[in-house]
């Protein structure tokens, strides 16, 4: 490709990003269908002329250095472009094309689209975005995501995974591929590539996208990638990138149901009117409204970082310091939080995204809060009747749905209107916004509001002297915030009066504190009743743990009802953690005892009863035998040929040939049979719940398969060794009632079949001494 088949460079002051600008091609990777091995697409990768800005690292760094960044990434997708007609890449095949983030919003795509008009076949096009321009500019994102599909090309989301963002974005881009990072091939699986794979899953089930799995360089990714869901793959696996298309290759052709189908959820007039014709709407005070948003914020933060929140609120006053507080946390633990208002900043909060609403815009008539995830929709819209009076009071005609799709085109609609980040130092709120609704005149050193009078003085002066924090929490006010807090509290919390006063207690609660408790607490407040619990706080910017022995107290007015609550905290930490040492320690004393109480009854060798725990065993299922009318057998079983083994081979051969002996008894029992090592080659075997006419013989028959279960040889030290076993049978009742009676006989019988077997052996060797020692007949004589 000549450097006049691009765009014309702009010259800079760096002569060698002015020549890798103009010398800029594409390579091509290939993408293959994994269930048919042809090749469905390829990926146009960008490279600069051999040198330093060779890598596209290198060159795409240095032309954001220098301002140049638009101009290089639109070289780029020109170069891919040209080079995927020259290389007669064009359907049935598809080019994947990248864009930058910085420069979504001004990406001259009717360029690209003359170029594919120009090109001897139709130029299938699938429009990647990669997860960083997600959280920068998601705006311009929407946007360009809707002006690709208007072209009829596809659209691909890179990286999914890599950050959790991606995942909570899949609903709104709605992308017709999704390229799974490269770390979810390559690296062993674990409970994050599992909440990964769970929400792309849902989506491609739900939408029809396929999955395409990235970094696939031999068949252990391939299977990782098929175990994935994936459907497509790319990798040096199925080739490097190269100039053109892959020779041999057998080609097919990419489906995409959904390619080209543009949403119109960008530019819709706004959340509320997103909602069906036909929706039923109900008429609400805005206090019901506030109740009906915390509850799907609390929604928002268990889905968590998978999470969309999109929200209005009029103007930037109603963003309260109760506000404040919950949208903190739904930064922390959510994947995106944009907020929208008049006068709002561009940031809000650290990590909260938003907007100036202009008093035109008919969001700004609105109250909007969209919740989305890959498992979850929920969104509440509604509309302002403009009603006079006190601001709690003012009516609302609102919807809640959970639609899918209304939700998205909600969110959408509301996304389209945040502001790009520009810099990494977030805006501040207003003033307005974050002083406490008191007047600051009216607070005293620790923010209660009091008079002046002698009495009073001296009461706050005690308050201030205390010892234990003390705080107070208006509970007519939203969210209940802290109106007073003393100079200890201060000190336990860690924190200024300024960064207390008009929050929630709950910004002192460890993610680690008892559910339980927490529950207690929550509950007594509901109820107006009075509570007491050890909670687990965090102090200070440190975020240091700390026990809190939290005291609270209801106050009520004339009328009864609970104002204000009064809670004293003590830091009780030494003593909860004496307590839990005691408690480690009983639990070690406990376990040490344990475990001289099961060494005193356990074989060590092969981990059976020993014959002491047999004992205790059973007598107690003889009470319960006789108890029902059963019998219970008691075999005693002694190696036959163990010794020999034990002299050739070892002790250590002889350990393990026990070990495997025991091994088999036990997979021959039954779970409720017991079973015991008396010691030596000596084992014992108890069978409870027989039938009394029929117990000998079915324990005679135990003993005989347990017999051939210890004959089969045993691999040991190099060779196989097959040992016998002798066993003797009694059964209760009748040989006796007692362990000693049953354990006496069975010994007996034991040696009795013992000396069978050697009398057998040895009359067997007899006669065939004798069968040697016949001499050979004579040869006949002739006469």
């Known amino acids: 490709m000549t450097t006049t088949d691009h765009a014309p460079v702009q010259p800079g002051t760096d002569?060698?990003?002015?020549?890798?600008?103009?010398?800029?091609?594409?390579?091509?990777?290939?993408i293959v269908e994994l269930d048919t091995g042809r090749v469905v697409a390829y990926e146009a990768l960008?490279?600069?002329p051999v040198g330093p800005l060779e890598r596209p690292d290198a060159l795409f760094a240095a032309a954001r250095a220098a301002g140049r960044l638009a101009e290089l990434d639109e070289a780029c997708r020109a170069a891919a472009f040209r080079g995927a007609?020259?290389?007669?890449?064009?359907?049935?095949?598809?080019?994947?094309?990248?864009?930058?983030?910085?420069?979504?919003?001004?990406?001259?795509?009717?360029?690209?689209?003359?170029?594919?008009?120009?090109?001897?076949?139709?130029?299938?096009?699938?429009?990647?975005?990669?997860e960083r321009a997600i959280a920068a500019r998601p705006a311009e994102l929407l946007r360009t995501v809707e002006r690709v599909r208007e072209l009829g090309w596809a659209i691909a989301v890179d990286d999914v995974g890599a950050e959790s963002m991606s995942l909570a974005f899949l609903p709104l881009l709605r992308p017709d591929v999704v390229k799974l990072d490269l770390r979810l091939v390559q690296e062993r699986p674990g409970p994050e590539i599992a909440e990964i794979m769970n929400a792309v899953n849902a989506y491609a089930e739900r939408s029809g996208a396929v999955v395409l799995a990235e970094g696939i360089e031999h068949e252990g990714h391939l299977r990782t990638a098929r175990g994935l869901g994936a459907t497509l793959g790319q990798g040096w696996y199925f080739g490097r990138p190269g100039p053109g298309a892959a020779p041999g290759a057998t080609v097919g052709e990419l489906v995409l149901?959904?390619?080209?189908?543009?949403?119109?959820?960008?530019g819709a007039v706004s959340p509320f009117a997103c909602l069906p014709d036909g929706t039923p709407l109900r008429r609400a005070p805005k206090a019901l409204l506030i109740e009906l948003s915390k509850q799907l914020e609390r929604e928002a933060m268990r889905m968590g970082e998978t999470c969309v929140v999109a929200a209005t609120f009029q103007e930037a006053r109603h963003f309260t310091v109760s506000t404040t507080q919950r949208y903190r946390d739904l930064v922390d633990r959510t994947g995106f939080v944009c907020a929208l208002g008049e006068d709002l900043p561009v940031e809000p909060l650290p990590g909260l995204r938003g907007a100036h609403l202009d008093p035109a815009d008919p969001v700004r008539g609105e109250w909007d809060v969209a919740v989305l995830s890959p498992h979850f929709s929920a969104a509440l819209l509604a509309r302002d009747l403009g009603d006079d009076g006190p601001d709690a009071e003012r009516t609302f005609e609102y919807a809640l749905t959970y639609d899918r799709d209304t939700v998205s085109r909600a969110a959408s609609s509301l996304l389209s209107r945040v502001a790009p980040r520009v810099g990494p130092a977030p805006a501040a709120l207003p003033a307005a916004v974050v002083t406490p609704p008191a007047p600051a005149a009216s607070r005293p050193a620790g923010g209660l509001a009091v008079g002046t009078s002698n009495a009073e003085v001296l009461l706050r002066r005690a308050l201030e002297a205390t010892p234990s924090g003390v705080t107070v929490v208006d509970m007519r006010l939203p969210d209940q915030p802290i109106v007073y807090a003393n100079a200890a509290f201060r000190e336990l919390a860690g924190?200024?009066?300024e960064e207390i006063l008009g929050r929630n207690c709950r910004q002192l609660q460890s993610p680690d504190a008892d559910p339980a408790a927490v529950a207690r607490i929550r509950a007594a407040v509901a109820g107006g009743a009075p509570c007491r619990e050890t909670v687990l706080n965090l102090r200070g910017p440190e975020q240091t743990p700390w026990w809190n022995e939290l005291h609270l107290a209801p106050v009520h007015d004339a009328d009864g009802t609970?104002?204000?609550?009064?809670?004293?905290?003590?830091?009780?930490?030494?003593?909860?953690?004496?307590?839990?040492?005691?408690?480690?320690?009983?639990?070690?004393?406990s376990a040490a005892l344990a475990r001289i109480q099961e060494l005193a009854f356990t074989d060590p060798l092969t981990g059976l009863p020993n014959r002491r725990r047999l004992e205790e065993q059973v007598e107690a299922a003889i009470w319960e035998a006789r108890a029902r009318g059963d019998a219970l057998g008691l075999l005693f079983v002694d190696l036959d040929g163990f010794k020999a083994v034990n002299d050739a081979l070892g002790h250590a051969a002889g350990d393990e040939l026990l070990q495997v002996v025991a091994g088999r008894l036990r997979d021959r029992v039954?779970?409720?049979?017991?079973?015991?090592?008396?010691?030596g080659d000596e084992f014992l075997v108890a069978l409870p719940d027989l039938h009394p006419e029929t117990a000998a013989a079915e324990a005679t028959r135990v003993a005989d398969e347990l017999v051939a279960a210890i004959r089969r040889p045993v691999p040991l030290m190099g060779t196989e060794v097959s040992v016998g076993a002798s066993i003797g049978v009694s059964v209760c009742p009748a040989d006796g009632v007692v362990f000693a009676d049953l354990l006496h006989r069975a010994d007996l019988r034991m040696y009795e079949r013992k000396a069978l077997a050697r009398g057998a052996s040895a009359r067997a060797a007899t006669a065939r001494a004798a069968a040697s020692a016949v001499p050979p007949p004579a040869a006949p004589v002739l006469r």
């Open 15 to 30: 002569p060698v990003l002015d020549d890798a600008v103009r010398g800029v091609h594409s390579v091509f990777q290939p």
């Open 257 to 266: 149901p959904g390619a080209g189908r543009p949403s119109g959820a960008v």
């Open 46 to 48: 960008a490279r600069g």
């Open 670 to 679: 039954r779970r409720r049979d017991l079973l015991a090592r008396l010691g």
């Open 495 to 497: 924190l200024p009066q």
């Open 562 to 589: 609970v104002v204000q609550y009064i809670g004293v905290q003590v830091d009780v930490t030494a003593r909860v953690e004496a307590e839990r040492a005691l408690v480690r320690e009983r639990d070690r004393t």
């Open 85 to 130: 007609v020259e290389a007669a890449l064009v359907s049935p095949l598809t080019v994947f094309v990248n864009v930058e983030p910085e420069v979504l919003d001004s990406a001259p795509l009717d360029d690209l689209l003359a170029i594919a008009e120009r090109a001897p076949g139709q130029v299938r096009v699938v429009m990647e975005i990669t």
